[in-house]
């Protein structure tokens, strides 16, 4: 290699260094978070299958009701949502592999 090209060489990567720097003390990524005034990360995910949402509306499960039938009712919305988990998951599995 001849000298110059070892300067041009020396030039770009001092270059690329200062660039790379200067960005990331450009792009403060604190202030993405303080604009989301609406993140809730406790949030529910709707479900696409409508006939689940309709259930789990008609019986919401609640954290304190401990009898048997409030259990029950509890178990059978974590049921009715692993069903409708199963199914999106059949879902995605056709939609990723069709044959």
Do not use: C, E, H, R
Not at 58 to 84: E, K, R, V, Y
């Amino acid at each position: 290699m001849t000298k110059n090209l070892k300067i041009l060489i020396g030039v770009l990567v001092a270059i690329l260094i200062i660039g790379g720097i200067w960005f990331a003390t450009k792009n403060n990524n604190s202030s993405y978070m303080a604009n989301q005034t609406n993140f809730n990360p406790m949030a529910t995910a709707t479900n696409s299958n409508a006939n689940t949402d309709q259930t789990a509306a008609a019986n919401p499960a609640t954290n304190t009701d401990s009898t048997n039938a409030g259990l029950n009712s509890d178990l059978n919305n974590i049921d009715t949502q692993m069903n409708g988990l199963t199914n999106d998951s059949s879902k995605m599995d056709q939609s990723a592999n069709p044959q």
